[in-house]
């Protein structure tokens, strides 16, 4: 799941989906919340220090606590959003990347093939994202190179007046 999803590129990506991709965003952090509490219902103190996770049963117990599997513990600061509509959508594609690589990892380590059915669909929904994303990156790049031209053409008038605008 992409953390850091830039809030100007949102209206792009909806206008493009006719669906708003934070939302989804959130509900892939739900569904694997509610894999994790599946799997581990009914698991006592002991099976999590048997598998080095005594630390978080002692905080948690078995309720799901958002973090990394390394155990840093979600935070705001994931959420990146620069107010600039390219460099936003560069993170949205960087996050959406990094979602679809952590989906495969856990497919390779995973041996469930009811979790692995959940994980496929959500790696399959972050493509769709990268290419939704890529859809409005292009749409704002072509915008931003016609203004180039624009301005690249008044300039060149300036500088010899001579040359007419093809």
């Known amino acids: 799941m992409p953390a850091n999803v830039g809030l100007s590129a949102l209206g792009l990506i909806r206008s493009i989906s006719g669906h708003d991709v934070g939302t989804e965003e959130l509900a892939h952090l739900e569904i694997v919340g509610s894999i994790v509490s599946q799997l581990t219902s009914g698991e006592g103190a002991k099976s999590f220090d048997r598998y080095g996770a005594g630390d978080y049963y002692v905080d948690h117990a078995n309720a799901v606590y958002p973090q990394s599997a390394a155990g840093a513990p979600f935070t705001a ?11 936003d959508l560069v993170e949205d594609l960087a996050a959406e990347q990094k979602a679809r690589a952590t989906y495969d990892n856990i497919l390779r380590l995973s ?13 399959a929904r ?10 409005a990156m292009l749409a704002k790049l072509r915008g931003f190179l016609r203004n180039l031209k624009g301005i690249w053409h008044l300039s060149l008038q300036f500088y010899f007046p001579k040359i007419k605008k093809s």
């Open 77 to 87: 600061a994931y959420l990146q959003s620069k107010g600039d509509p390219i460099a």
């Open 111 to 123: 041996d469930d093939p009811d979790v692995n059915s959940v994980i496929k669909f959500l790696r």
């Open 126 to 135: 972050e493509v769709v994202h990268f290419q939704r994303f890529g859809e």
